[in-house]
């Protein structure tokens, strides 16, 4: 988010909107085409693009360093959808949503990349969340990681739907917002209940209760 909001401030003809523009228009490297009927020009799409690169390494590197906190087949499904998400986001950064890839059909590359970043974030809330829920002492933060996940994937849902409708033109790309801040949001609840089950000694995520462990 701290790279979109460099990236959007430098954003003055016309002004960047977070409503009307994608996220991915800020990595656009080309000034002045159109990509369905957006205005392209992003001063700083380089800043953009490495916020993206950096964002899809750091998930997978991050799941690797939590791996062995998971039980069993749960780790395994949390590493393959971190891995999801992390090409996918990478391969935003690395193929543009640009009036060129459309052109040259590169484009359907891009869309396939924020798809895979989109699902394969906000399961991961969803898959640990879960797990989360299963366990005593830490079971909100079960549900907020839940929570975060259908959110993401419903306004992935949504997004999907109005997408072409005129009447959500200047608004679509809140969807798309929704489909993705809820990943960044679980990413920072996960950082600060690592750095607090640090400070108190207490182990995160919990074990499962064994009531819950037995179902």
């Not at 430098?10 to 996220?23: E, M, R, T, V």
């Not at 193929?95 to 869309?111: K, L, M, N, R, Y």
Request: net charge neutral; with cysteine; proline share 4%.
């Amino acid at each position: 988010m701290v790279t979109e909001a460099a990236a959007a401030s430098a954003w003055k003809d016309p002004l960047y909107s977070y409503g009307y523009n994608n996220i991915s228009d800020l990595g656009v490297p080309s000034c002045g085409g159109q990509v369905e009927g957006r205005t392209i020009c992003s001063p700083l799409s380089v800043v953009m693009n490495t916020g993206f690169v950096l964002q899809g390494v750091l998930f997978v590197v991050a799941a690797f360093v939590l791996f062995r906190l998971l039980p069993g087949r749960l780790r395994w499904a949390y590493l393959i959808l971190a891995a999801v998400h992390g090409v996918g986001i990478t391969l935003v950064g690395l193929v543009h949503g640009s009036p060129e890839a459309v052109a040259d059909g590169s484009i359907t590359w891009h869309v396939v990349g924020a798809a895979l970043a989109i699902v394969g974030g906000n399961l991961v809330s969803i898959v640990v969340g879960c797990h989360v829920l299963r366990s005593r002492l830490e079971r909100w933060l079960g549900i907020v990681w839940v929570v975060l996940g259908v959110l993401g994937i419903a306004s992935l849902a949504l997004m999907t739907t109005f997408t072409g409708d005129a009447n959500f033109t200047d608004v679509i790309s809140w969807f798309e917002r929704g489909a993705v801040y809820p990943i960044m949001a679980a990413e920072s609840v996960a950082g600060v209940a690592l750095l607090y089950s640090r400070r108190s000694g207490r182990r995160f995520p919990a074990e499962p209760t064994p009531a819950t462990a037995a179902s």
